[in-house]
């Protein structure tokens, strides 16, 4: 499209703030809109035929590449039983035999009780291999006994600092692993993907975000070697979408991690920007590690296990808020969100005054004291919205060990926006479907895709407002309001066309509207036509 000049009509055109008829698009910028556009039409004509013109969607938390690399393993995101898990495995394994590992995401942790999964369930399958598979949630691993063995991973084998070794009764490793260092027990010695095969994978990623209408994404956790990858895409035209990377600070490492930060930042260029250190403050509920203020209910021994003690995530927020970078902290217990915000607050005190727009991602279970100290230290509120209902993950784990009266508080997206806080969406993909109009009809309704249960209606945000939240919001959070996020001349052409209006439609059925055609800096990247 760069050079000529498009004009979109025949349908509804939504701006952010208003409708219009008509939008014109030349170099990759909007030119013109409404019988403006259409009086200096002279090229092309999309015709909307009857459909809705909006500002693509931005994901303000996903995990691009992980979500890509799961098409490079076992397909087993769609299991609805062990036994599926372990013949999807079995299959692969045997498809593959030159794999020395076996390595997959991502299963349901719901599928069993406190999500605990045995090593001898996957023996069944691949006994002579290791295998390792992750849950939805990406802070839990399933592995088998090959896999284990492996890792040295036994009976006498301590717990380590930041995670959980699941045990049998008699002491005995189950085969699950729980946060940062037990995972890496495994992790560490899995053969590293070749530069190939991680493009194929941001690639893969880049179809998914297009069909989806998406062309912004906040990579909520990028270590090292992920740079040169998005590069790499970037430089072959496999990327297709903007990216912004968050650096993952390591709690121990992160003083000699600084300078890297650093370089990595005036590195990157093109479709890839890296603004942002991203923290993990706590784990998750489903798993008993986010970190809470009282303990779970169905372990009342355990608050949770806080990935930074509060006066390091502090310090450490502190500095790299001094270096100019955006901080993006997952925190998803009560107690781990307080200490979030105790960050900002104390970096908002120390360094100087910028447009920090610090981000807290999840946002899951808020102390209802914090609730307005979003807004008064300008705390974005990042929501993944499809988590906002009663399905298994909630009814089989979260709720039993959050009990009810807590588990209402989970969040609180309508109560922090009239609070007066900015709030972005994203979806935490590969954990969840990357799919906006499916988030949008959870955000809107707080019921089950099939509507069956309803809970908390109080938090329902507008249709307009979650549009907002997964447009504007997503931009704001990316500093790029000024030119993505709405529909206005000067402002960058990424667009979306859906097949209806989803202001208008039955509010159960958002995420049967179809996205026929996005757009990206103009050009077509999803749809008939596209590049």
Known sequence: MEGKQVLFTGGTIWTGAAVTDALAVSGGRITALGQDALDQADGQVVDLEGGFLMPAFGDGHAHPLYGGLEAQGPQIKECASVEEIVAAVGRYAGEHPELEWIVGGSYDPALTPAGEFDARWLDEAVPDRPVVLRAYDYHTLWCNTAALERAGIGPDTPDPRLGWIVRRPDGTPMGTLREW??????????????????????????????????????????????????????????????????????????????????????????????????????????GGTADMLAPY????????????????????????????????????????IRAALDAVELAVRRNRAWDRRPVVAHTQLVDPADLPRFAELGVIANFEPLWAQLDPLQTELTVPRLGRERADLQYPMETLRR????????????????????????????????????WTPAERLTVEDALRAYTWGVAYQAFAEQRRGSLAVGMDADLVWLGADPRTADPLSLRHIPVLGTWLGGERVSGPSAS
């Not at 994978?201 to 040169?228: H, K, N």
């Not at 372990?299 to 450490?316: I, T």
Request: hydrophobic letters at 45%.
């Open 419 to 454: 609070g007066g806080a900015t709030l972005s969406f994203g979806s935490d993909w590969p954990v969840s479907s990357h799919l906006p109009l499916l988030g949008i009809q959870i955000a809107t309704t707080r019921q089950t895709v099939d509507g069956s249960e309803s």
């Open 297 to 336: 209910e169905d372990a009342p021994h355990s608050c949770g296990m806080p990935v930074w003690a509060p006066e390091a995530l502090a310090e450490a927020v502190v500095a790299v808020d001094a270096d100019g970078f955006q901080v993006h902290i997952h925190a998803i217990g009560d107690r781990g």
């Open 181 to 286: 260092h037990a995972c890496d027990l495994v992790l560490d010695l899995v053969p590293a993907k070749s530069l190939d095969e991680l493009v194929e994978g941001l690639a893969e990623a880049g179809r998914a975000m297009a069909s989806a209408g998406i062309t912004w994404v906040q990579d909520a956790w990028v270590e090292p070697s992920m740079v040169e990858a998005y590069l790499e895409a970037d430089r072959r035209g496999a990327l297709r979408f903007r990216a912004n990377l968050g650096l993952r600070a390591d709690p121990d490492t992160w003083r000699d991690q600084r300078p890297v930060f650093l370089a990595q930042r005036d590195r990157v260029g093109g479709l890839v920007t890296a603004n942002t250190v991203k923290f993990f403050a706590d784990g998750v509920i489903e």
